[in-house]
């Protein structure tokens, strides 16, 4: 973990549209809207699952900059999970099984941290969540008719694991990639960096969870999932 919550004073730093603003509401990475809810097919019921910490393989360096550049190796820490009127807070390492515990259907018993006595485990790694953004201020002029005048991208993996009791090997493994890219011009495009961002976590976690469904349910029911 890169930092904690309370190094946040200094990651607020609004650049090239990512950063905190005066905020009028503060709330966690996990509370992200628009993240759809799996659906729960038979032998999901009763299932009891905890979900772990994943583990930070991303690099140390959390940001580096350059001319008209920027890149967030950690965009939770540019708040690029926020709105303009949103603060979302908390390391992502933390956040992202928060978030894929909230997203898995209701009718299991679904937990946070020590796996205990559940009956599944949930872990994973988060291995990349690389933002960038580029100015290109030569274009300043040109963007008066619509040329783009900036661009963001963000390459994000996940890898998630499924254990079950006592077993040290994972019965299931899958590392979800989101790849994506925003133009921005001078009428058009703003905000793309937190756009991709939660694109990102929205599409992963949404994946993850209805894997993560299926699997659960097809070996509580003796069947393995098409």
Known sequence: MVSTIGKWGIAC?????????????????????????????????????TVDPFEDLRPDIATSRGYARVQYEHPEHANAFGEPNITRVGDLEQEYPALL??????????????????????????????????????LAVPGLIGIPVAHSDIRFRVAVELYQ???????????????????????????GTRKLAQA?????????????????????VGTEPS
Request: hydrophobic fraction near 40%.
């Open 13 to 49: 730093t609004v650049l090239f549209g990512v950063g905190c603003s005066h905020a009028s509401q503060l709330e966690r990475v996990r509370d992200l809207d628009g993240v759809q809810t799996a659906a729960a097919p038979q032998g999901w019921e009763g299932a009891s699952i």
């Open 101 to 138: 515990a909230r997203s898995l259907p209701p009718g299991a018993q679904v937990s946070l941290g020590t796996a205990g006595t559940s009956e599944f485990v949930v872990r994973g790694r988060l291995l990349q969540s690389t933002l960038s953004y580029r100015a290109h201020p030569f």
């Open 165 to 191: 009791g006592a077993n040290p090997d994972p019965i299931w493994s899958q590392t979800y990639a989101f790849d994506d890219k925003r133009l921005e011009g001078l009428y058009y495009g703003v905000d």
């Open 200 to 220: 990102a976590l929205r599409d992963s976690v949404s994946r993850a969870a209805a894997d993560l469904t299926a699997v659960i349910s097809a070996r509580r």
